[in-house]
Every structure is written in C-alpha cells, then in structure tokens.
C-alpha cells in the first residue's frame, strides 16, 4: 500500500491536460493517477484504459482532464474508494464486484492518504512467467506505436503490473527490432528469442516447465486482469485455464 507521503506522487490537479495525466500515469507505475483539489479530496481517478480509450477515440490530449472523467461509463464517474481500516477481505471483494484494480484510501476528511492495488493484497505464491508468439506478420504489427510506447511495450507493462517479471518473447527469427525495444524496458527478465511457431508446437513448447505461465498467442491491447486469472486459476485447481 502507498502511504500519504508516497500517494502524491499519482496526484493531479483537475485543470492538468490530459497529456500530463499520461506522463504521470507513466511515471507512476500503479495504472492510475488520482485527480484530487487543492485539499487532497479526491474528485475522480484517471486509468490506462482511460488513456487509451482517448486516444483511440482522437480525443486532444491538451483538454483537462476532467474531459476523461466526463467520458467515463456512468458506474465509474463516481471514484470508488475505502475509509481508513477497511479489512482487506472488504478491499478485495469491492474490487472483485467492481472490476477494478486499485482502491484509494481516504481519511474522515475525505483527503486521499493511500492506496491499494490488488497486487497488494492478492501476493503471488508462485513464481509466474509469460510466454509472448509474435509470430507471422504479428511481430510487425507488435512494434506499432500506441501512444508514446508500442504495442509490445503496453504489454510487456501490463504483465509487469501484475506482478509478472519473467517475459519471455518467440519472434519467429526477428529478434533484432524486438531486443532494441527491449532495451528500454525496466525489468532486465524480459527476452526475445528466434523460435519457430506452429499451431502444434507453439502454446506446449514448455509442456513439462513446472513454472506456471501465461501463454499469449499474439500481442493485443486488453484490459484482462491477470492477476486475477491467476487466482480463478488456482481456485479452481485447474490444469489449464
């Protein structure tokens, strides 16, 4: 959980463009970034998929951003949050009807003073890899950028949200413009290699690995939780979900 001192950092004020918003998203690495007043009450929350939904959509990222808030289904507008002590049992099952990832903390006041993501509360118990086919043309199509990262990038930091750090990357033979990419990722866990993809071979390359792994067939923009697939995985006592 991030305390009152380290939450300021995901703190932005209503009248901050849109643009700002994306650079401290960015910086911040939580997924989220906290509009709030001058007396740190919060007024509404500003996600990745927030950001992408923009930018998809041609929104000029120079608006405030209080524009994204306006733009957001109606169940989400009004910010979910949780009173200093809350259990976490409470954390996430709110989380888990709501389909969202963070929670903010708030005082009597109403002054943001933490947060909660469910990595926080949902810790691994294994050591987890992900396992990324940009085979075919999808390698091409994985370096496309989307907004001031490529596709692959957005990916790779996902799974790296999640707790995930191991990423390993079969590209077909085209290794070069994916590793100069790669360079610029924070987690050193992630590579690529020149490995051959077929339907038969491709998804039990690894068949008697004992790490569990995800296994993504092509790089897509999603909003999946993989944490909790995670968890729904072991739940379940599922050899494969």
């Known amino acids: 959980m991030l305390g009152s001192d380290e939450i300021e950092r995901l703190f932005i ?3 901050a463009s849109i643009r700002e918003a994306t650079k401290l998203l960015d910086k911040g690495g939580k997924g989220i970034v906290l509009v709030v007043d001058p007396a740190r009450r919060l007024v509404g929350t500003i996600t990745d998929g927030d950001l992408r939904r923009a930018m998809l959509a041609g929104i000029d990222f120079e608006l405030p951003v209080t524009t994204l808030l306006e733009r957001k289904e109606p169940r989400y507008r009004k910010p ?4 200093e002590g809350t259990s976490p049992d409470d ?3 709110l989380m888990r009807n709501q389909v969202i990832r963070q929670l903010p903390v708030l005082d009597r006041d109403g002054a943001v003073v933490g947060l909660v993501t469910q990595d926080d509360l949902l810790p691994s118990t294994e050591p987890v890899e992900a396992v990324i086919y940009a085979h075919g043309d999808h390698w091409k199509h994985s370096l496309l950028p989307i907004g001031n990262r490529s596709l692959l990038q957005s990916v790779i930091q996902r799974l790296q949200h999640s707790g995930i750090e191991q990423v390993r990357i079969f590209s077909n033979g085209q290794t070069d413009p ?3 990419q790669l360079r610029a ?3 050193t866990s992630v590579a690529a290699s020149a490995a051959p993809w077929s339907s038969s071979n491709g998804a039990c390359a690894d068949e008697h690995k ?3 792994q995800i296994v993504i067939t092509a790089p897509i923009l999603t909003q999946v939780d993989y944490r909790s ?3 729904f995985h072991h ?3 599922a050899e494969m979900t």
Do not use: A, D, G
């Open 235 to 237: 739940e379940h006592h």
């Open 91 to 93: 954390m996430i099952q």
């Open 210 to 212: 004992s790490t569990l």
């Open 229 to 231: 697939m995670i968890q």
């Open 80 to 83: 979910f949050w949780v009173p």
């Open 178 to 180: 994916i590793e100069s």
């Open 13 to 15: 004020s209503p009248t």
């Open 185 to 187: 990722e924070v987690s």
